[in-house]
């Protein structure tokens, strides 16, 4: 009898080390890793190339490419299941970058991103060119991998939208050489709002860091943060994300990081008000950051250090086969 040969999946995702990663990263992106690991063989990336697309401190990027591996780590990337790796020890994306700058992606494209036009703003004409191509190295990063999957946060869906676009263009001329990605995304939590303005997206680029719970935010000023979080008007608390969209901002952090959900939640705070609430939001808060920063501390930076190596090695050697029937397909090399 013929034996069928199990392949799993093949997961592809990547966080900037730009920035203080925050609970917005944590909900978004990379608690939904820690829970596909079971299923799924499993890529992160610290992805450091992206990250100077706005120019960074030499010395304090090379630390925080550290910090991001020990924060994937903290999170629960087990290094036994999944390759860790830093994005600039595996040349071959800056390479395929380049290719699919060519072969693959349009001017139109890159004109329709809206978060080029985000950080940006009035100065498109002085932003770098890095800055406009980058979904072009992100679509490099996936389709290395034959990625089927990229769970990420809401924010980045357009950008994998592209990268199935430049897949199958590319295939269209050269054979059947990508798979075509497929986003994920969480179904509450895909989009954790500002703690000060539940317009815009908790971010770690906001100069105003009391917008965000960072990762390793120390517990006192992580409390009164949540403390001084904007509400809503209106007394009762309920989840309508069209009236009181900073309300059931929180009320999504509290449920993902805590244990009731939110329905639960809602029931629970029947007649009680804003205050009591926030206060219990920022102690489920505060045990979330505990637990955290007691594995981070456990972690030392030659432990990072070590795991990336070996990550190195795992992903270069995916990448590498698949730039060679790159390269043959275009006819370089
Ligand atoms: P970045 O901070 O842009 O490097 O994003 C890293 C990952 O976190 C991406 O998958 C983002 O979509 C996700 N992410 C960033 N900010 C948020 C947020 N406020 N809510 C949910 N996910 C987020
Ligand atoms: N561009 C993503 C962000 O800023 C990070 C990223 C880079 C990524 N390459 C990726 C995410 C590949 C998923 C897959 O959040």
Redesign the pocket.
Known sequence: MKKEIETKKIIF?G??P??N??I??Y???ISQWVNMQEKYDCIFSVVDY?AITVKQNPDELRRRAIEVTKIYLAAGIDPEKSIIFKQSDVAAHTELAWILNCYGARIADLNKMTQFKDKSGKNQESASVGLYAYPVLMAADILLYDAEIVP?????KQHVELARDIAKRFNGEYGEIFVVPQVVIRKD?????SLLDASK????SDSNQNNCITLLDDIEVARKKIMRAVTDSGIDIEYDLENKPALSNLLTIYAILGTREIPRLVKDYKGKGYGDFKKDLADVVVKFLTDFQTKYNKISDEDALIILELGKERAAKIANEKMEKVRKAIGVG
């Open positions: 995702s966080i900037q730009s920035g990663l925050n917005g990263n909900i978004g992106a992206h990420v946060g809401e924010d980045q939590g895909a989009r954790i709002m997206k908790m971010s770690k």
